[in-house]
């Protein structure tokens, strides 16, 4: 297997890596999709096809339902599947190195698609770290995966759309919701009513977060606006949440805390990859620079969906169309008065579906003291278990960059590899220092980028074309 070349190696099986092996297999293309997850759909349609079949979606909503047609096509296509795949390396020369139930293997690809989608922002609050804490995007994981409810009241914090949607999916499953403490500033509203007319032809969209404000408000969820300085406490696990509003504090006991403050795009491989990423200040996060048919500056690395930006799930499907149909003319499969005439729809499904993001982008910013800690004993890397006071310890010896920081105090070379606190160390270092986020960077990734077993590693050794015995992979 060490020698399996393909046209088009795609990673990740949510709506971007669906819609582009679809198409690429359609064109005709050797296409190869590898997901984690033993079933397509990624996070946003995770295990849409068994909650489809048993009729569990009603209490996901009606958007998920359009995840089945992707999800269908996909599989009518022809192209090849690898469910159960951990990519643990994507080269620029076209190497892929994954882990699957039979072992750590190398593939070949004559071009990469990055599909790998979103992630939860880190919400590191004192005592997210206490045991009764998770994110909000985790809680809603549990229930579409496995039917899992939580037995306890649930208190909700932070901001952004998903905090409404996962507030209702779990009260439709049966759950208690004790409150929703919303982070963005009513006055944000002023603020945004130069994106409303943009947002106003997103329709559907727009009237589908004001359905969901309203049923929380039927369903007599207490909802608290302009809320900050969250903090969780408790001794062994959490037991309250303290935080401010209206100019006062306020303290309400909790049996399970959700966190959430938006998503980013997951971008741990592209960074392994070298290609050239850029700081976005509308989303206050770090992207892969794209061309608009997902090209890198790498030439054989691509990048679709929420992986590149955050657009949405519909938003991410075009783009995953419009990936492989340039993937199809780079390789010469078509020519390039076919890709653009094939790509029309996909560009006038993306416009439309794009509509929304700047209003949501600007409503739901994060507040500084929700994503860039300043206790001093608040974990920044859970992995190493690095506080604040550590972190600013670092800076003052001269870590003032997040790969320095990392030789003072491991942060970042944990399992997640800087996945989870790699945000959170370069905004903590921009505002220690005073220097623009875009001067500090980002951590540089190295593979393996998740953990893999050195015996598999071994099992690798020599096996790849052309590669001497006793010469690493890597």
């Known amino acids: 297997m060490s020698n399996e070349h393909h046209d088009l190696a795609i990673v990740g099986a949510g709506p971007a890596g669906m819609a582009a092996a679809t198409t690429a297999a359609e064109l005709g293309l ?15 349609y995770r295990n849409i096809e068994h909650l489809e079949a048993s009729g569990e979606l009603v209490a996901l909503g009606d958007e998920y339902r359009r995840g089945i047609e992707l999800a269908r096509a996909f599989r009518g296509s022809g192209a090849a599947y690898r469910p159960g795949s951990i990519v643990w390396q994507t080269s620029p020369d076209g190497r892929i190195g994954l882990t699957d139930p039979d072992g750590a293997r190398m593939m070949h690809a004559r071009r990469i698609l990055l599909a790998t989608g979103a992630m939860e922002r880190p919400v590191p609050v004192p005592g997210w770290t206490l045991p009764g804490v998770m994110g909000a995007g985790a809680a809603q994981t549990l229930l579409k995966a496995s039917g899992i409810v939580p037995d306890v009241p649930v208190l909700i914090a932070g901001s952004g759309p998903l905090i409404y949607l996962v507030a209702l999916q779990l009260a439709r499953a049966g759950c208690a919701i004790s409150a929703l403490l919303i982070t963005a500033p009513a006055s944000r509203i002023a603020g945004t009513l130069k994106e ?4 106003l032809l997103a329709g559907r969209d727009l009237l589908k977060g004001i359905r969901w404000i309203n049923e929380i408000r039927r369903l007599g969820i207490p909802l608290t606006n302009g809320v900050s300085r969250v ?3 408790g001794n062994d696990r959490a037991e309250a949440v303290a935080y401010e509003a209206d100019g006062s504090s306020h303290r309400l006991a909790a049996g399970l805390v959700l966190l959430h403050e938006g998503v980013i795009p997951n971008i741990q491989l592209s960074l392994s990859t070298r290609c050239r990423h850029v700081w976005d200040e509308a989303q206050l996060c770090w992207r892969p620079e794209t061309d ?3 090209a890198t500056s790498e030439e054989r690395i691509a990048v679709a969906g929420d ?13 995953g169309h419009l990936a492989a149909l340039d993937t199809a003319f ?14 029309r729809s996909a560009r006038a499904d993306l416009a439309r579906h794009s509509r929304i993001r700047p209003l949501l982008d600007r409503l739901f910013r994060p507040l500084p003291d929700s994503v860039v800690p300043t206790d001093p ?3 920044v890397c859970r992995c190493e278990e690095v506080t604040v006071a550590q972190m600013r310890e670092a800076i003052r010896l001269g870590g003032e960059d997040p790969n320095r920081a990392k030789v003072f105090t491991r942060c970042g070379m944990g399992p997640c590899q800087g996945r989870m606190c790699g945000p959170t160390v370069g905004a903590l270092i921009a505002r220690e220092t005073g220097h623009g986020i875009e001067e500090v960077g980002t951590f540089r990734i190295r593979v393996p980028v998740r953990p893999v ?6 099992g690798l050794v020599g096996e790849e074309e052309g590669l001497p015995a006793g010469e690493s992979t890597l």
Do not use: H, K
């Open 30 to 44: 050797d296409t190869v999709l590898l997901d984690e997850q033993r079933v397509p759909g990624g996070q946003i």
């Open 196 to 199: 409303l007319p943009r947002a």
């Open 231 to 233: 903090r969780i406490e």
């Open 292 to 294: 608009e048919w997902g």
């Open 307 to 319: 992986g590149a930006g955050i657009l949405g799930a519909l938003a991410a499907a075009s783009l």
């Open 330 to 343: 780079r390789l010469g499969r078509i020519g390039e008065a076919e890709r653009d005439l094939r790509a």
């Open 377 to 379: 004993e608040t974990i």
């Open 453 to 458: 077993p050195l015996m598999a590693l071994a």
